[in-house]
């Protein structure tokens, strides 16, 4: 039987980022370092099979630091940690390596730095989300004040509505979080942020690749996992840029075939804790169903690199 043809449009960039390649190699380093088992304080990054994968080379991966024994090492995942958790790694006198991305660790800083200037701060983010939490616990309880909508920015009681600054969790959509940004400096003008928000290359890229090729999707395929932020964020933006089906999938067998029947062209992505192994077993999935053309869509070209930490270069 003749496969019938499809467009498959291949999103560039897409799947990992420097931060999520840097966490995986922190987590081999430290096993090669100082052998198995290597604790991992929540999944390193959010993805199945690269979790599975280290802990099939002895990460064993844990919620809390009180599951880890003091005398293996820990590692912290690419989300951050609210600032309590090292505190507690050292007062157990254990050794930690953290794996916050740099990009994460930078809002840090920028929430720490406001504070100090005696401005109370408000962050854009998802309600439980690890990062989140991470960067809400880099100052007492009750100085960071979580915002998700613009409706959330109406009910807002600050301290001082005239000493206010403001950070963003890296992974949010780029078009939501300028309605909350607006929605913030609308009510509070004096309110200082970061020069547009602290959303990162990363998700920004895939977000623009997405919308790019949307237009001329039947349906778009985000590879990711369901915990992911930026993956869900690339179905919205797919859905919101005009694709009628756009969804989450976290392997081939996740494939819905017959809510893609009839499809001439399909948009393929990736979030940025997927490896690209997961993305060419999906493209195969379509080889072996369709007569496929393949047209990159290239929107950006990425280069960033961020080196492990020096504890894992040096000899054990
Ligand atoms: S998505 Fe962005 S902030 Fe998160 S790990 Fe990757 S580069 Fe860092």
Same mark, same amino acid.
């Given at each position: ?6 467009? *498959?449009? *291949? ?16 987590? #081999? ?8 088992? /290597? ?18 080379? %002895? ?15 820990? &590692? ?8 309590? /958790? ?6 157990? #006198? ?42 809400? %616990?880099?100052?007492?309880?009750? #100085?960071?004040? *979580? ?9 807002? #009681?600050?301290?001082?509505? %005239?000493? *206010? ?12 979080? =300028? ?11 004096? &309110?200082? %942020? ?75 992505? =990736? ?11 999906? &493209? ?9 053309? /393949? ?8 280069? /960033? ?12």
């Amino acid at each position: 039987m003749t496969k019938p043809p499809l467009t *498959l449009h *291949l999103a560039a960039p897409r799947g990992f980022c420097a931060g999520v390649d840097r966490a995986i190699k922190i987590v #081999e380093m430290a096993l090669e370092k100082w052998g198995a088992p /290597v604790y991992v304080r929540h999944e390193i990054v959010h993805n199945r099979y690269v979790v599975d994968g280290l802990r099939a080379k %002895g990460a064993v991966f844990v919620e809390e630091l009180d599951e880890c024994p003091p005398a293996r090492p820990v &590692i912290f995942s690419a989300h951050g940690v609210p600032k309590s /958790v090292p505190q507690a790694a050292e007062a157990r #006198e254990m050794v930690y390596v953290d794996a916050t991305c740099p990009l994460v660790s930078k809002v840090h800083i920028e929430a720490a730095r406001h504070h100090e200037a005696g401005l109370q701060m408000v962050m854009i983010g998802h309600a439980g989300h690890p990062e989140t939490v991470g960067t809400m %616990g880099q100052l007492p309880a009750g #100085e960071v004040l *979580l915002v998700e909508t613009p409706e959330d920015v109406a009910t807002l #009681e600050p301290r001082d509505p %005239g000493r *206010l600054a403001f950070v963003t969790q890296t992974t949010l959509s780029v078009d939501d979080t =300028a309605e909350v940004v607006g929605a913030l400096k609308a009510r509070f003008p004096a &309110i200082v %942020g970061p020069h547009k928000e602290d959303i990162c290359y990363a998700t920004t890229n895939r977000q623009e690749a997405v919308k790019a090729m949307a237009p001329d999707c039947d349906a778009i395929l985000v590879v990711g996992a369901p915990n992911s932020s930026n993956s869900k964020r690339l179905v919205e933006v797919g859905a919101r840029a005009g694709c009628p089906y756009a969804q989450l999938v976290q392997r081939a067998g996740d494939i819905d075939w017959r809510a893609l029947d009839g499809i001439k062209s399909v948009g393929i992505t =990736a979030g940025a804790s997927a490896p690209e192994v997961l993305i060419e077993e999906v &493209i195969d999935a379509f080889r072996d169903r369709y007569q496929v053309t /393949v047209r990159p869509v290239v929107t950006a070209e990425e280069n /960033v690199e961020f080196k492990v930490p020096r504890v894992l270069r040096e000899p054990a």
